[in-house]
C-alpha cells in the first residue's frame, strides 16, 4: 500500500507541479496577412495555438491546433520564432509556449465556437498591438522584429 502512494504521489507531482507544453503559431496567408483569434472568455485576440497532446510532437500540434481553431491547412512551419517560459505568461497555468512562423492556406472559419468567438486575418498595419491575451503581444512583436527568443 506504501508504494502505491508513494507512486499517486509521485503522478500527481509530475502533474500539478510541472509546466504544460504549448505550441503558439503566427498563421500567414498567401497574401501576407496574419491570423487572429478571439478568445470567447476574455474578448482578446490571441495567437492560435494548444497544449501538445500525449504522443504529439510540436509540427502535428501545430496543425491540429490550426485546424482546430481557425478552419486553416498547415502547409509550411517556416521557423521557430521562440520558446516561452515565465511562470506567468499565461494567467490559468504555468505553461511553455513554442511559437512558430507558419504559411497556412484554406478558408478561415471557427471551430470551435465554445473558447473561440471569431477569426480575423490582419496586415502588419492594421495588428491590434497592446490588446493580446496572455504574453502574445511579446511573442508577435519578437516574430515581427525576426527575432529568435527564449524567455
Known amino acids: 500500500m506504501l508504494r502505491l502512494w508513494q507512486f499517486v504521489q509521485t503522478v500527481l507531482g509530475i ?3 510541472h509546466p504544460i507544453v504549448g505550441a503558439t503559431i503566427v498563421p500567414i496567408l498567401p497574401d501576407g496577412r496574419i491570423v487572429l483569434v478571439r478568445r470567447r472568455d476574455t474578448g482578446e485576440w490571441s495567437l492560435p495555438g494548444g497544449i501538445v497532446d500525449w504522443g504529439q510532437d ?8 490550426l485546424t482546430e481553431e481557425t478552419g486553416l491547412e498547415l502547409v509550411k512551419i517556416c521557423r521557430l520564432v521562440g520558446v516561452y517560459s515565465s511562470p506567468n505568461r499565461d494567467p490559468r497555468i504555468h ?3 513554442i511559437l512558430v512562423e507558419a504559411q497556412v492556406q484554406g478558408k478561415m472559419q471557427v471551430q470551435d465556437t465554445l473558447e473561440l468567438s ?5 496586415t502588419r498595419a492594421d495588428l491590434p498591438k497592446g490588446k493580446l491575451s496572455h504574453d502574445h503581444d511579446r511573442q508577435l512583436q519578437d516574430y515581427l522584429n525576426g527575432v529568435t527568443t527564449i524567455a
Open 15 to 17: 502533474l500539478f507541479r
Open 118 to 122: 471569431e477569426i480575423k486575418a490582419f
Open 95 to 97: 505553461s511553455i509556449a
Open 58 to 65: 510540436i509540427p502535428t500540434t501545430v496543425a491540429r491546433e
